[in-house]
């Protein structure tokens, strides 16, 4: 189920990259409002909703992740990312009043006590994910970042720097929130010694210290200690429980990443979203043929009345055919010296129609939906054998629970039905004996 926190939370810090001092106020929020970031400390109090659009490319600041929309930017989110991530947060409201997400101590582990304090509140909305389908693939010269099909979330990372302390890590987790706690979550951000004065003099690292940054040099963290004798590739993980949760959902997949880092782990994101966008236009576009209706439907012979679906827009609407033949049943008694097809069958072909649309919308696996009432029906022509019945469907509220459905039949120009429909969700089950 998809999840929120109970109450309100504040955590306080400087920025790593900034070196301002910010807080931010954790509020919950509703089923499928998604993670929202509101700027207070701007006119108007604008908000920055986590989506693939919003992702910033930025080569000045490639060694964070950062959202913006409308001219409205917030840095360094993927820290707190990992941990709404790792714990499963689908909703909530970030009220931060400057530029930057606080550093704290350089990992999410402040980040989840700050959530576990608040407690955490289970929805009635099922979790949305976004299931990987085939194999994604970016990479340079140097790093590559690929995620492959798996009905869980996995992430494997080498590391591979030219340090005699950082040389071919290899770690490798099933992102569970018990293990996203213990492995993962306290792992913290690091550079190499010598690379913190390049960082600073892009401006970079303000807020940045020995103690919110593991400065890794020849002999070992400065002023520090690890953690996990492999803490830094497993930091590496964090960066991409965080940055893959810039999709604005849950994934389930299996990434192996050599030497990657944020660009290249935003790279994959963007990728993953086009793709998701094109099977998405298709899948809008494609024909139902009576097979498919038949998977989707709970309906057989003599009472599936809807032969082809040709066109759905997702959620929203579709059209489907009813093609009119003399070896219907329904003619032998309606009536036997002049078929007439029964109005009662026209308003069932559409709203067989309307079950495949909102039954393909994917914010209903494993349900059926039954009629609960027909109003502002109206019959306006009669439908015989040899005609062509097309119904067109338009959702026009889809709740939880029900579904209410505007519904046309047509035989050529001609409208020869119309009705409102409302449906229930059940789950398959009530229809097995």
Known sequence: MQKTIKTAVIVSGIGLHTGQNTS????????????????????????????????????????????????????????????????????????????????????????????????????????????????????????????????????????????????????????????????????????????????????????????????????????????????????KVLDIVGDLFLLGLGIRGKVHALRSGHSLNRALVKKIDQLQRNTAMTKAQRVFDIYEIMNILPHRHPFLLVDRVIEVERGKKGIGIKNVTINDGFFQGHFPNNPVMPGVLMVEAMAQTAGVVVLTSGEHPGNVALFMSIDAVKFRKIVIPGDQLIMEVEIVRDRERTAQVKGVGKVGAEVAVEAEMLFSYTDTSHLKS
Do not use: W
Not at 165 to 185: G, H, K, N, P, Y
């Open 24 to 235: 931010i106020t954790l509020r919950p929020a509703k089923a499928d409002e998604g993670i929202y970031f509101c700027r207070v400390d701007l006119p108007g109090k604008p908000s920055v909703k986590l989506e693939p659009p919003s992702i910033v490319t930025d080569p000045s600041v490639s060694r964070c992740s950062i959202i913006e929309a409308n001219g409205v930017r917030v840095m360094t989110v993927e820290h707190l990312l990992a941990a709404l991530n790792g714990l499963g947060i689908d909703n909530l409201i970030i009220e931060i009043n400057g530029p930057e997400v606080p550093g704290l101590d350089g990992s999410s582990l402040d980040f989840v006590k700050a959530i576990e304090s608040a407690g955490v509140e289970e929805l009635k909305l099922p979790r949305r994910y976004l299931e990987i389908q085939q194999p994604i693939l970016v990479s340079n010269e140097k790093a590559s970042i690929v995620i492959v099909p798996s009905k869980d979330f996995e992430v494997s990372y080498t590391l591979d720097y030219d340090h005699p302390l950082l040389r071919t890590q290899r770690v490798s987790f099933d992102i569970r929130r018990e293990t996203f706690l213990q492995d993962i979550a306290p792992a913290r951000t690091f550079c190499l010694e010598s690379e913190a004065q390049e960082i600073q003099s892009r401006g970079l690292g303000k807020g940045a210290n020995h103690q919110n940054t593991l400065v890794i040099s020849d002999k070992g963290p400065l002023d520090n200690a690890f953690r996990f004798e492999d803490e830094c590739a497993r930091h």
